[in-house]
């Protein structure tokens, strides 16, 4: 399909092995967005899994998750001035300039084989909205828009190259199945105005999701194995 792309078995089998390690043992480390300029060696394990992938190019930006809620439609852009901007005057500010990426990558780091649910729903039709938030929660689906479901497997990777909304299922037997981590990174053409003095955020509205909801705090990351 035009504009998304799907591989399977991405990592060789030891890269594989050392990506779950890492992203399990140290999970609560990684902040959660990251940035990477293109003229800039990786500085931690995570950054040289992905340029292995992807090559220098381009900027990267990078955020792991682990979550078996679901995620509603949205679009990859600059989220996290967005947020920061959310934390600091109540609201997402109407003024802020929409950057997108070039493109985004869904690395599928591990997925419970008896996973049920959690798929990845993708609006191959549908860009971005002009005039509509990036922290959007009222975005609805047209009734017959298409949506294409995707089942997330281990070692597989999606890749599509337009700001297409798209939502992740909730894990409907999360009693049993406590993991669906991904390793998500996207490609930029320039550097977004909130990474420019620091590249390592941290977000509480998603590390401790329905406790306190603190700004964005700028913090240091070089883990490596």
Known sequence: MKHIQYAKNVLDVGTLAN???LCFQHFHEIPVYNFCRKTEQPSNYLEEVIRDLIGYDHHLEY?????????????????LQAKRDFFKHGSEDP???KEFPLNTHILYVYVDPKMEGGKLLLMPE???????????????PEEGAKILVIEPKTNDMVLFD?????????????????????LM???????????????????????HPGGPNYEPQAMEFDLTI
């Open 63 to 79: 955020w792991v998750r682990d979550s078996t809620d679901e995620t509603l439609m949205h679009v990859d852009a600059n989220e």
């Open 19 to 21: 990506l779950q390690d």
């Open 126 to 140: 549908q860009e971005y909205i002009p005039g509509r938030k990036i922290l959007d929660t009222t975005f609805k």
């Open 95 to 97: 003024r802020m300039i």
């Open 185 to 207: 990174f996207s490609s930029w053409k320039k550097v977004p105005s909130v990474y420019r003095e620091h590249e390592h955020w941290s977000n509480d509205m998603i590390t």
């Open 162 to 182: 337009k700001p297409f909304y798209h939502a992740v299922e909730k894990v409907i037997n999360d009693d049993i199945v406590k993991h669906r981590m991904a």
